[in-house]
């Protein structure tokens, strides 16, 4: 100390020699702004803008707000009420549950704190009651209490939100993550379209560019995906799938791509338990998970149309068009629809409906079609219901009778629902099948019934006319089954369906309707293998026929413009796609080696109003001209790109020769000097001659006999 102190007087003297006064208020001194005068403080990291947020030692507490204002009488029963739920979900430490009172009041005021032994239970509680409808009046409102402290950092003043580089997450990746705008693809000046194809190890991003008769790659990458890729519904997000993390196995987006839906499966620690499902519900802007169902896998095999281990596939289907407002599963004697305000159940309950086994949603209102088999032996027949959601009303109902199956199509729409029935012969020994159309727009929801000609055929495939009111049947035996086309409105009796022409003997098992209607695929594929008839349904006439050998799928880019074929990888060989016109030209072929997948990128509803829709059809010849120029001078260009290729095969060509006959030339001589001096190379100046040549090949002596 001694030494401090001398060291310090010392200072003070040299400081007075010097006349620098050491008692100032170095507190008052201040740098200017931004500047440090090249000394760096020892407490940087502290100042810094992103300042750390450190535990306050409460991320085991939860706030549950919007709870009943009671008096003391009933504050044993709200609190009886509240333990119940939350100790479901975890463990409540004791005296852990505190509801504050009004001291002036003496009543609750309306909220809670409760402590769990972990912070997981509490978050774990948080997300499964945040939104919980204890009544009408009270829905909860969860938060973490530490989040209080984040919440009131918020500044009184509103600034715009620092724009951070977009990370893709796990489950999926954004395909313009490049781009600050998603939709920025839909402005191509050349009014392309993108898809996505699987070969090998690598995933491409492709823009057809049908005028050019080629491919553009847009991106490429090596191991993108471990399984599948998948587009979402509007196209604005492409996703893959990987092994970090969960293990994810199938996805699912809802229609108007506000939610994900996830599929994975756990392997249990003991071998005779069942493999545990989870399927979680994202948010697809924020990750965050708004819901999960866990169980095993035998709880979620009711319905579906296909998925992995059992399980059915979507096990979720959404309703209530692209609002995304409903999503519903399939149970035992019920159904579950779910609103997603809150992911809870509608009015906290299923839909009891006893022996359903299928329900589908219409794809723009909510409205639920279901279907309930033949009971007690032909005692309680079959039924077709509408339900409206999420009021539970029945709409319309039909009873169906000896009837073996059923299927039901959607007319895209809303308008008109097929329902597909299967109904045994009098004689219990065979089938046959009529369709019940019901006209769902219209009052009362009139149902017409329709049988073939020959009612004893077999349908193979049924397909309504996106966005219109004709629909197509396959029906008969293969190997050449009929194709009929039937209509909703014809003209001279709008309520009533009528055939509109029947296609006899076609080599086909698939339709597949252009986006815009009007123009049909009439597809043979697996035996068929790959008949393709291009028919307009307009004019009644097939627009041509065409084969892609082993072809396995098909589909229509968004616009209806242009067709995809493709074969893959389940045949060894001629892997890869073709690109046809509408009218069915083939514009381009694309070969590759063990072809997985061929995806169209899904385009968004159009932002026009149906009069400015209208408007652009009746000057349809006035804003066409501007690409019919446009064709022409591509079509100049490629004729031109043509005529060089030819010119540059020919000069090629020429070379080539002129190559020869130098060597020729150089040769001349060597080949008068083998004809023993005879100088022409033409073959028709030579006579041929025969000359016999006698030759002893061998020559012995042997005596036969002595004498």
Not at 283 to 301: H, N, P, Q
């Amino acid at each position: 100390m001694a030494a401090e102190v001398m060291l310090m007087n010392e200072i003070e003297s040299k400081a007075a020699s010097m006349g620098i006064d050491l008692n100032m208020d170095f507190n008052s001194i201040q740098l200017p702004r931004g500047e440090d005068c090249g000394i760096v403080s020892d407490d940087e990291d502290v100042y810094h803008d992103d300042q750390l947020e450190f535990d306050s030692g409460f991320g085991n507490v939860i706030v549950v707000d919007n709870l009943p204002v009671v008096p003391r009488e009933k504050f044993e029963k709200l609190e009886g009420v509240i333990r119940k739920i939350y100790s479901q979900i975890g463990v409540i430490k004791e005296d852990g549950l505190w509801m504050p009172v009004d001291p002036e009041t003496k009543k609750t005021l309306g909220y809670c704190f409760i402590e769990y032994n972990t912070p997981q239970e509490a978050e774990l509680a948080k997300e499964k009651t945040n939104g919980y409808k204890l009544d009408r009046a009270h829905i909860f409102a969860v938060n973490m209490f530490d989040d209080f402290d984040k919440y009131m950092r918020v500044p009184d003043e509103w600034a715009p939100p620092e724009i951070k580089p977009y990370t893709p997450g796990l489950l999926f990746i954004t395909l313009m993550m490049l781009q600050e705008n998603l939709q920025k693809w839909l402005t191509d000046e050349k009014a392309r379209d993108q898809f996505v194809i699987r070969a090998g190890t690598d995933t491409e991003v492709l823009w057809n560019d049908a005028r050019q008769s080629k491919t553009e790659l847009v991106y490429k990458r090596t191991y993108w995906t471990e399984s599948f890729v998948q587009w979402s519904p509007l196209g604005t997000y492409l996703a893959t799938v990987h092994r970090q993390g969960a293990a994810v196995k199938l996805i699912d987006f809802s229609p108007g791509e506000k939610f994900l839906v996830t599929y994975s499966s756990h392997e249990p620690s003991n071998p005779r338990d069942a493999n545990r499902v989870v399927i979680n519900i994202f948010d697809v802007r924020t990750g965050k998970v708004m819901r999960d169902f866990k169980g095993s896998a035998d709880e979620f095999t009711i319905g579906g149309a296909g998925g992995v281990a059992g399980v059915s596939w979507p096990v979720f289907r959404w309703g209530g068009g692209k609002e995304d407002k409903y999503f519903a599963k399939l149970g035992k004697n019920m159904i579950s629809v779910y609103e997603t305000e809150t992911f809870s159940l509608i009015d906290k309950k299923s839909l009891k409906v006893e022996n359903v086994v299928d329900f589908s949603w219409s794809p723009t209102d909510p409205i639920l079609a279901l279907f309930v088999p033949e009971l007690g032996g032909g005692n309680q027949p079959a039924r077709v219901s509408l339900v409206q959601i999420p009021s539970k009303v029945e709409l319309r109902q039909k009873n169906l009778f000896s009837v073996s199956d059923c299927k039901m199509y959607w007319q895209s729409n809303g308008e008109y629902l097929a329902v597909k029935a299967d109904r045994y012969t009098k004689t219990k020994k065979s089938t046959y099948t009529g369709f019940e159309l019901f006209r769902i727009k219209e009052r009362d929801i009139p149902i017409e019934v329709l049988e073939l000609d020959n009612k004893n055929d077999k349908i193979i495939a049924f397909a309504w006319e996106p966005k219109g009111h004709r629909f197509a049947v396959i029906h008969g035996d293969n190997p050449r089954p009929d194709i009929s086309f039937y209509t909703m409105k014809s003209s001279h009796n709008l309520g009533r369906v009528s055939k509109l022409t029947t296609l006899k003997g076609k080599q086909a098992n698939a339709l597949f309707w252009s986006p815009g209607g009007r123009f049909i695929v009439l597809a043979g594929l697996k035996g068929f293998n790959g008949q393709l008839e291009f028919f307009n349904v307009d004019e009644l006439e097939t627009m041509a026929t065409a084969e892609h050998f082993m072809a396995t799928d098909i589909e229509w880019d968004p616009t209806g413009r242009y067709v995809a074929t493709a074969v893959t990888s389940v045949h060894e060989m001629e892997n890869g796609f073709n690109i046809w016109s509408f009218h069915g030209k083939l514009l381009y072929r694309i070969l590759k080696d063990h072809f997985f997948q061929f995806l169209w990128r899904p385009r968004p509803p159009s932002f026009l109003s149906a009069e400015k829709e209208e408007e652009i059809l009746k000057y349809l010849k006035k804003y066409s001209k501007k690409y019919d120029a446009e064709d022409q001078d591509v079509s100049m260009l490629l004729s031109e790109q043509d005529r060089e290729k030819r010119r540059m095969l020919k000069e090629e060509w020429e070379k080539w020769i002129s190559e020869w006959r130098r060597a020729s030339e150089e040769e001349r001589w060597e080949r008068q000097k083998l004809r023993d001096g005879e100088a022409s190379d033409e073959e028709e100046e030579y006579e041929a001659k025969e000359v016999e040549v006698e030759e002893i090949l061998d020559f012995s002596e042997e005596v036969l006999f002595e004498e």
